[in-house]
């Protein structure tokens, strides 16, 4: 499912990976407690959609 950069909102880096999961329907892989901010700062992607993009590749090649 291709997203357009304008559907998402400004996500701030202390939230939830469990909240963005819930929200957008992905599964990151990584604990429900981990922030936001570290997740992108371990995987090296600059933004929410960017790591959206990553999990829907993931998901699509399995």
């Known amino acids: 499912m291709k997203r357009s950069k304008t559907q ?17 329907g992905v599964d990151f892989g990584v604990r429900t407690d981990m922030k936001l901010g570290n997740y ?3 995987k090296g992607l600059p933004s929410l959609s960017k790591a ?8 699509r090649h399995k």
């Open 8 to 24: 998402f909102r400004q996500k701030r880096s202390d939230t939830k990976i469990g909240t963005v999961e819930k929200q957008y």
């Open 40 to 42: 992108l700062k371990e």
């Open 52 to 59: 959206l993009d990553s999990v829907e590749r993931k998901s």
